[in-house]
């Protein structure tokens, strides 16, 4: 399936697209601890049916679906992003130290006692905090570009885990570490209407930004020059795009945690069957993402009594399929 | 339309000034070659006129707009600037990249519409590497990817087209495709600055050519700047500039003989005045009046002069004895070539028996 002209979907590539998130969402509702058939979905969806059904469904499974849809299309739109900003492929959201940044605050807010929302919003304002020392430490007359970013970005990301560790050591062994300890862990186990008033917006307005800019995300790799003589102010497209990514990523670890591997695996997952072009790429990504943060969750907390921490399970899944990925682009790519 | 560059200086931050003193125009259909060796400052040169470097002194005009009051998006449609070709090229199929190309014409917001793709692959097509439409750049040899990068340029439909050093990492033939497409663009009205350390190629394939040597800038027709003298000042090496007969016609072309040694080099510094003898024909005296103007502008270089009219020949010639640095006189001289209706000559002195130019 060649993509059209233009680099935009097939019609036909949409639907599908369209397709995978709605079929994980459906699976999601039916599987768990309570199984719930079909038929017994489309009863209570109608009113219908028993009462358990209907406050497992409504009241625990949809707002947990919805949060992971949305953090797996945000963190896969925000590892488009951030591929396309520093042309690597092994770019993720917390290449400028944002993850890193928003894990402080959040187990900051847990050290401070502070509820749910008083989390997420630590945990956002750090995350924009890291992003600013990385932009800041890169700046100046010295500076070589995207590279030095990169290198202030690495560096703003220890320092931040060094505060997290540090959070956690003056932490109380008995409550506060566990806790600390299993929120960085990732899950959606918080996922309430509450969390998502406050964390979907920011995640929301990031991809709607991303999505609007998206031809323009392949302007990206071009050097300044080049990018100037096409009529385009390079430093502004970055700023929109590093501002963009940051919200999601800050956003996404304020309500679940770090989800690692999604930024990496789900853009090359989709790179390899539509192609660099931003204009298929950075939809599959957002459908891709959503779909497949949302079957990991499901099993997260299926396979066993115990819920497993979502990260745990990407990373589990994710190293195998990148390298799987990774061979087969080498030998499809003639080793580019 | 025509692009000039005044009185342009360029110096990078706390050191002393690259280039100073470049003036010359482009009209459409012209080519000029910008030749230089290595560490000249063509590249900076073609960036610094473009305002992508900030010009020291100066000023770069499109049709008499000084390009600094112009938009980015104005001026990059009138303007389009082609790379040296990386080998890492962006992982984008040819189409998707000479698209980039037109985002200067595409709302922010938007992404290339219909006739966007059709003007990309109408520009493929002229430059004759339309089956290349589909494949990824960084499958592409070098002589492909330099052709994708002027298609790139040329997407965005420019009168002013500048290429930095289009054909150096080509070999034989991909070199000659490329220069062929300038000369071809210029033929169908574009204007075409293009950087080489090639002097064959600039005397071959450009109208005039401005030699930047030690931060000065000589400009004129091809033929006057690329001789044996200034190939041995500029590039240290002794060549026999002549014609080379095939069965049409005879072309031009340079060939390097040798190496000159450094140490006995005419040494000259940049700012060494040198004496002029200038005859400029007129074939109608009522130019005359041009002529003056531009005499005018140049007055501080002008030492003597005397005009007589050559009647049975039906023309007027003007003699001038002008002094100034190798810059000020190839101003001076570029300016009054580029009258119509003006031709002229200009020949240093005094010669001794080792100077180069004798």
Redesign the interface.
Known sequence: MKPAGRGTLTAGARAALWALPLAAALAAFCIGRIAVSPAQLFAALRGEGETVVAITLFRLRLPRILLSLLVGAGLAAAGVAFQALFANPLATPDTLGVASGASFGAALGILLRFGMTGIQLTALTMGAAAVALTWLGAAGRRARGLSSVVLSGIMIGSLFTALVSFVKYTADAESQLPAITYFLMGSMQSASWRTLAFGAPPVLAGCAVLWALRWRLNLLPLTEDEARAAGVNLMQLRAAVVAAATLITASCVSMCGQVGWVGLLVPHLCRLRFGENHLSLLPASLCVGAAFLTLVDTAARSISAAEIPISILTALAGAPLFILLMRRTALEGGAS | MILRVENAAFAYRGQKPLFQNVSFSVASGEVLAVLGPNGAGKTTLL?AM?G?LPLAEGRTTLDGRDIRTMS??AL??R???V?QA?TAA????V??SV???R????P???????A??AAA?ATLDSLGIGPLR?KRC??LSGGEMQMVLIA??LA?DPAVLILDEPESNLDFRNQLLVLDTVSRLAREGVACIFNTHYPDHALRRADRALLLHHGEAAVGPAAEIVTEAAIARAFGVRAAVGGIETAETTVPGVVALSVLDPSKAPSEAPDARVLAAVAVILTDAADAAAVNAVLHAHRGQIRGRMGLPVREYGLSVIHLTADGTRAELGALTDALSRLPGVRVKAARMPLSPDDPEA
Do not use: C, H, K, N
């Open positions: 960036r473009t992508m980015a998006r990059w449609q303007i389009a600037y790379p990386r962006a992982p984008f199929t189409l998707e698209l980039l190309g985002s200067g014409r595409i922010l917001f938007g992404a290339p519409a219909a966007d793709v692959e589909d960084r499958e790139r340029a965005a």
